[in-house]
């Protein structure tokens, strides 16, 4: 059954379902172009500050903060104010506003804040919303029909800020409903399969419910998010975000906040979040740090051992001040910064990129310190790193955002055993356990783009380029349960989901999508496939 009529949150509401791809309130002054000595407070005030609030964190429009338009190049946002933005509610203000107002107001909103606003317990709480009674009985059985119901897809489609929940056996959408502005960090499954969590830019984290066609909850853990994680065991989701610099740990359920981690180093040093993650077998969140060479891990496990940061003068007795639960953050400090990182199989070793050029680290979680140093060209991208097994040994394979490579590291002894040239630097590199290929974008590449190459993992050796349309980028392959198809993104307004057969290559179906900038599949998802990222 595919529809485009489904249950909608309030937000999704005639104010503010077509949530703006970017900014700049609806309320503008009438009449001829102002004068341009109208100070440029006064002009926010007036013209944007009713849709993104008057201190510019957002409202029903997104937050106009440095940290949260990073993906917005400052003549693109000029051009967004002068011609409005199609398909939302943005107008233009070209013959509201003189070129140098417009410019003003440009300038403006990619300028840092005077001081980092508060948002902790409180504001969070504040902004807590149900879309859903307590009392409302929910099915516990999908209500449209599904062959395989963890084959089933959600695609990110940032070019309108909706997503689409795609059956992968039939290629064919379920349905396609709106999400908040410029969703990050991929939408991550419970355990189960039957919901899913995404996380906006904009710090909104939104409970989708699968089965049932409805979002459940949402709730603003900060005002620019890096990504969300969602526990092992299904409780708690854990929200990284760069501003405020905090962890926020949510009850799942419902999204209810527990706890807000304010994000130190041990010298008192605040820092960003860059990511974090689930580690299952664990049970506990992995963050990576942006600002201090630390990485944490915070326990979910209500059995886990008491975490100290001071000396302990006798452990068995717990002669020591342990650091007050519930999450304990457990520090791992390092000699080089870790942005972000690649979790082998076991959840024992993290491998990430070090600020130093061309190193990498392995760090042990359980010894807590880095146990070697990769050698990598230029800036290897290795969250999106993938494992197999070659030869009796485990490899992990990785692309590379700088330099046309992707390396090849024996997990055994963390050593590069293999350097493949592609046509260009890559982002995102997938495979499956059920198939003998890996498939790698170019897509930082200035003229090849629009290209994928498929790699033999037995012999690395690239055996086919495809091109799924000329001229625009193609990236973020990800396969059905089975592993017997594989869809990538066409990243363009007018773009497409384009499904190929993953033994011959052909082209089996295309899908038109506005900017499909990733897709997700529930069951690789939820039992950590080796070929895609976690």
């Given at each position: 059954?595919?529809?485009?009529?489904?249950?909608?949150?309030?937000?999704?509401?005639?104010?503010?379902?077509?949530?703006?791809?970017?900014?700049?309130?609806?309320?503008?002054?009438?009449?001829?172009?102002?004068?341009?000595?109208?100070?440029?407070?006064?002009?926010?005030?007036?013209?944007?500050?009713?849709?993104?609030?008057?201190?510019?964190?957002?409202?029903?429009?997104?937050?106009?903060?440095?940290?949260?338009?990073?993906?917005?190049?400052?003549?693109?946002?000029?051009?967004?104010?002068?011609?409005?933005?199609?398909?939302?509610?943005?107008?233009?203000?070209r013959d509201k506003l003189s070129a140098e107002q417009i410019a003003q107001l440009a300038k403006l909103i990619y300028q840092p804040l005077p001081?980092?606003?508060?948002?902790?317990?409180?504001?969070?709480?504040?902004?807590?919303?149900?879309?859903?009674?307590?009392?409302?009985?929910?099915?516990?059985?999908?209500?449209?029909?599904?062959?395989?119901?963890?084959?089933?897809?959600?695609?990110?489609?940032?070019?309108?800020?909706?997503?689409?929940?795609?059956?992968?056996?039939?290629?064919?959408?379920?349905?396609?409903?709106?999400?908040?502005?410029?969703?990050?960090?991929?939408?991550?499954?419970?355990?189960?399969?039957?919901?899913?969590?995404?996380?906006?830019?904009?710090?909104?984290?939104?409970?989708?419910?699968?089965?049932?066609?409805?979002?459940?909850?949402?709730?603003?853990?900060?005002?620019?998010?890096?990504?969300?994680?969602?526990?092992?065991?299904?409780?708690?989701?854990?929200?990284?975000?760069?501003?405020?610099?905090?962890?926020?740990?949510?009850?799942?359920?419902?999204?209810?906040?527990?706890?807000?981690?304010?994000?130190?180093?041990?010298?008192?040093?605040?820092?960003?979040?860059?990511?974090?993650?689930?580690?299952?077998?664990?049970?506990?969140?992995?963050?990576?740090?942006?600002?201090?060479?630390?990485?944490?891990?915070?326990?979910?496990?209500?059995?886990?051992?008491?975490?100290?940061?001071?000396?302990?003068?006798?452990?068995?007795?717990?002669?020591?001040?342990?650091?007050?639960?519930?999450?304990?953050?457990?520090?791992?400090?390092?000699?080089?910064?870790?942005?972000?990182?690649?979790?082998?199989?076991?959840?024992?070793?993290?491998?990430?990129?070090?600020?130093?050029?061309?190193?990498?680290?392995?760090?042990?979680?359980?010894?807590?310190?880095?146990?070697?140093?990769?050698?990598?060209?230029?800036?290897?991208?290795?969250?999106?790193?993938?494992?197999?097994?070659?030869?009796?040994?485990?490899?992990?394979?990785?692309?590379?955002?700088?330099?046309?490579?992707?390396?090849?590291?024996?997990?055994?002894?963390?050593?590069?055993?293999?350097?493949?040239?592609?046509?260009g630097p890559g982002f995102f590199m997938r495979s499956h356990e059920n198939t003998p290929y890996a498939w790698v974008d170019a897509m930082m590449?200035?003229?090849?783009?629009?290209?994928?190459?498929?790699?033999?993992?037995?012999?690395?050796?690239?055996?086919?380029?495809?091109?799924?349309?000329?001229?625009?980028?193609?990236?973020?392959?990800?396969?059905?349960?089975?592993?017997?198809?594989?869809?990538?993104?066409?990243?363009?307004?007018?773009?497409?989901?384009?499904?190929?057969?993953?033994?011959?290559?052909?082209?089996?179906?295309?899908?038109?999508?506005?900017?499909?900038?990733?897709?997700?599949?529930?069951?690789?998802?939820?039992?950590?496939?080796?070929?895609?990222?976690?």
């Amino acid at each position: 059954m595919a529809t485009d009529s489904v249950a909608l949150p309030k937000f999704a509401s005639r104010a503010s379902r077509i949530l703006p791809w970017l900014f700049l309130g609806v309320v503008y002054a009438s009449g001829a172009v102002a004068s341009p000595s109208v100070p440029t407070d006064r002009l926010y005030a007036e013209h944007c500050a009713s849709c993104h609030g008057p201190d510019r964190l957002g409202a029903i429009g997104p937050a106009l903060l440095p940290e949260n338009l990073g993906r917005l190049k400052r003549e693109e946002a000029v051009a967004t104010i002068r011609e409005g933005r199609v398909a939302t509610q943005m107008p233009p203000f070209r013959d509201k506003l003189s070129a140098e107002q417009i410019a003003q107001l440009a300038k403006l909103i990619y300028q840092p804040l005077p001081e980092v606003p508060r948002w902790g317990m409180k504001e969070i709480r504040a902004s807590h919303l149900l879309h859903v009674k307590p009392d409302e009985k929910l099915s516990d059985k999908p209500v449209f029909k599904v062959g395989d119901p963890l084959n089933l897809f959600i695609v990110v489609e940032l070019g309108d800020h909706h997503a689409t929940l795609l059956d992968g056996d039939r290629f064919e959408p379920i349905a396609r409903f709106p999400t908040r502005f410029a969703l990050h960090g991929g939408p991550k499954f419970s355990p189960d399969g039957r919901y899913v969590y995404f996380a906006s830019r904009d710090g909104w984290i939104s409970k989708y419910d699968i089965y049932n066609l409805k979002f459940i909850a949402e709730v603003r853990a900060g005002i620019n998010t890096r990504n969300a994680a969602v526990s092992g065991d299904g409780k708690y989701v854990a929200v990284g975000n760069y501003l405020p610099h905090s962890i926020v740990i949510l009850d799942a359920r419902d999204l209810t906040p527990v706890k807000v981690i304010e994000v130190k180093g041990h010298d008192g040093k605040s820092s960003r979040v860059s990511a974090v993650y689930d580690a299952a077998p664990r049970k506990s969140f992995i963050a990576a740090l942006k600002d201090i060479p630390e990485v944490w891990e915070i326990t979910y496990d209500e059995h886990a051992e008491p975490v100290y940061e001071g000396m302990v003068h006798d452990f068995k007795y717990g002669e020591g001040i342990a650091v007050p639960g519930p999450f304990p953050p457990k520090r791992i400090r390092l000699d080089d910064y870790l942005d972000d990182f690649f979790f082998d199989q076991e959840y024992v070793h993290i491998v990430g990129a070090s600020r130093e050029a061309g190193k990498g680290q392995i760090v042990n979680l359980d010894v807590r310190r880095r146990i070697a140093t990769l050698d990598l060209p230029g800036m290897p991208h290795l969250g999106s790193g993938i494992t197999w097994e070659r030869n009796g040994h485990m490899v992990m394979a990785t692309p590379n955002l700088r330099e046309g490579v992707v390396s090849i590291i024996d997990m055994n002894n963390w050593k590069v055993v293999q350097r493949i040239d592609t046509l260009g630097p890559g982002f995102f590199m997938r495979s499956h356990e059920n198939t003998p290929y890996a498939w790698v974008d170019a897509m930082m590449s200035p003229k090849d783009k629009d290209k994928i190459q498929i790699i033999d993992k037995r012999t690395f050796k690239v055996v086919k380029t495809l091109t799924p349309a000329p001229g625009k980028t193609a990236a973020h392959t990800e396969f059905t349960r089975d592993g017997k198809y594989a869809l990538v993104s066409v990243w363009d307004v007018d773009g497409a989901l384009v499904i190929y057969d993953a033994a011959t290559f052909k082209e089996v179906k295309r899908l038109p999508m506005k900017k499909p900038s990733g897709k997700y599949n529930v069951y690789n998802k939820i039992t950590r496939s080796a070929g895609t990222s976690h």
